[in-house]
């Protein structure tokens, strides 16, 4: 997943596509079957469904976002998968109008919840789409990252605001709607019947440090992404990260 010509940009999908590929790599063995039915919800212009078609899955992205899917027509052909991928217009809501219920060996939930009408419905739709043994990767704002960020870069109103709101907004011109603590995404997860096999955080140091730093030190990439995934499995940075992945399994 990490771009050569992006260097950074891996700084923000290495934990959860490490994550992923382990638990499709497990998935394979399971199933006995090289090529998995994979399902993205809200996935975008293929930040993900692009890699996972590039394992050999077969991927099927929905999105209520037309020029998402266009873009993702786009970069899944460059990519040379678009065989594997198929877009698809919809939504968290109306899923099972356009994908079928229990078809997918696992199904991707990445940066959605904060933007569906109701989080616990949106994730009952995608853990519905599994098949009797799937795989849920979940990924979704942290609220503790957006309180740090904000006081870091000095509007501490802004940071005690996101602290005490419920939906961890740090004001009227935040483009985020909703975000979410470990606890209530593995409450929200749980809630559906599915066992939580691992939640890391995301993004805990990459979005604080600056950038200067790790652009000219040689190796200092390297090290920060080293660090980032150490510390993405430690419970205490959970509560800062900017992003909290949870993995989990239907048995
Ligand atoms: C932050 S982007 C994440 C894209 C991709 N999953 C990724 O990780 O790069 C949020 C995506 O959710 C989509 N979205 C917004 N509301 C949605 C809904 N109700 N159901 C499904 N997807 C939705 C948007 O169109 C957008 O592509």
């Not at 599994?130 to 960020?149: K, Q």
């Amino acid at each position: 997943m990490s771009d050569p010509l992006r260097p950074r940009a891996s700084l923000r999908t290495a934990v959860v596509w490490d994550v992923l590929k382990d638990a499709l790599e497990r998935r394979v063995k399971a199933a006995g079957r090289d090529a998995l039915d994979v399902l993205d919800t809200g996935g975008g212009s293929g930040n993900f469904a692009v890699p996972v078609a590039r394992l050999g899955h077969r991927v099927t992205v929905v999105d209520p976002s037309p020029n998402a899917l266009f873009a993702l027509e786009r970069r899944a052909a460059e990519a040379g998968v678009a065989d594997r991928i198929r877009g698809v217009q919809g939504d968290a809501h109306g899923l099972f109008q356009v994908v079928e219920r229990g078809g997918y060996d696992a199904v991707l939930c990445h940066g959605v919840l904060e933007y569906v009408d109701d989080p616990a419905e949106g994730l009952r739709n995608a853990v519905g789409a599994l098949r009797p043994a799937g795989t849920l990767s979940l990924l979704a704002a942290g609220l503790g990252g957006a309180v740090l960020a904000r006081a870091l870069a000095g509007h501490f109103t802004e940071a005690r605001r996101a602290l005490t709101d419920p939906a961890g907004r740090w004001g009227e011109g935040d483009p985020v709607p909703r975000r979410f603590t470990a606890e209530q995404l593995t409450e929200l997860v749980t809630g559906t019947g599915l066992q939580v096999g691992a939640v890391h955080g995301v993004r805990i140091f990459a979005d604080l440090v600056p950038g200067v730093l790790v652009d000219t030190e040689p190796g200092a990439l390297d090290a920060l992404l080293k660090l980032e995934v150490a510390a993405a499995e430690q419970p205490a940075f959970h509560s800062v990260a900017t992003q909290l992945h949870v993995l989990a399994e239907r048995d």
